[in-house]
């Protein structure tokens, strides 16, 4: 079983749409979860941290359940620029182990 | 943006040949890491320093020799590669509080795009 696992999509979505990604890690110890977004043949860059509570930014917002072991991203009012692929990081303390998932690739249509 | 740098950007080598990548952070982070990129793969870790010590090997061929001279620099040397090594190949830096080299908002490099004829 892979340690994160990703639907690889594609997404295609119209400019305004919201759409939602999962993401499910397998270890129950992990600690740390992360977002990070990658344009086509560039590197992947920081999109936000998953706290236990939920954080937004702006018209981004993560989640992270437990119990369940998922992570979500939620994208509001999507926008041409939001296309990219989202990877879903999750990374156990002490363990120096930090797996990404496979990423889902989002594009927004006008 | 000039937080990490990789150099080459672009690199051509045959199987016999010796090349070395070169990374540098200006983040003044303690930690680094060398990742390599397949297409269709997820990011596979490949090495991690933390406080330039050597915290993480998972299990990378020999022919894949790293370096870290200190906190800002990273090199990952390259010998008798195969084509099958031909990928993008990613450094990262992050502040490591605990000398594990994990867990941290890692900041990437934008990588050199490696390929083995």
């Known amino acids: 079983r892979k340690e994160v696992e990703q639907d690889p999509g594609p997404f295609n979505v119209p400019e305004g749409a919201t759409v939602a990604f999962n993401c499910t890690y397998s270890?129950?110890?992990?600690?740390?979860f992360f977002w990070y977004r990658q344009d086509c043949r560039k590197e992947p860059k920081l999109l936000m941290s998953?706290?236990?509570s939920g954080n937004e930014d702006g018209r981004f917002t993560a989640q992270l359940n437990r119990a369940s072991q998922y992570i979500s991203l939620l994208i509001r009012d999507s926008k041409l620029s939001d296309s990219a692929t989202y990877l879903c990081?999750?990374?156990?303390?002490?363990?120096?182990?930090?797996?990404f998932g496979t990423g889902t690739r989002l594009t927004v249509i006008p | 943006e000039t937080g990490v740098t990789q150099t080459p950007r672009h690199l051509v080598m045959g199987m016999t040949n010796k090349k070395s990548l070169k990374c540098e952070q200006h983040?003044?982070?303690?930690?680094m890491y060398w990742y390599k990129q397949s297409a269709k793969k997820p990011l596979e870790l490949m090495f991690v320093?933390?406080?330039?010590?050597?915290?993480e090997n998972n299990s990378v061929p020999s022919r894949f020799s790293p370096e870290c001279p200190n906190s800002s620099h990273l090199f990952l040397h390259l010998h008798t590669l195969q084509p099958e090594d031909s990928a993008l190949y990613l450094c990262?830096?992050?502040?490591?509080?605990f000398g594990t080299g994990g867990s941290y908002e890692q900041y990437f490099g934008p990588g050199t795009r490696l390929t083995v004829t």
């Open positions: 983040l003044g982070h303690n930690a």
């Open positions: 270890n129950s110890a992990s600690q740390s």
């Open positions: 990262a830096s992050s502040q490591d509080r």
């Open positions: 998953v706290y236990s």
């Open positions: 990081v999750v990374t156990q303390t002490g363990a120096n182990n930090l797996f």
């Open positions: 320093y933390s406080l330039e010590e050597r915290v």
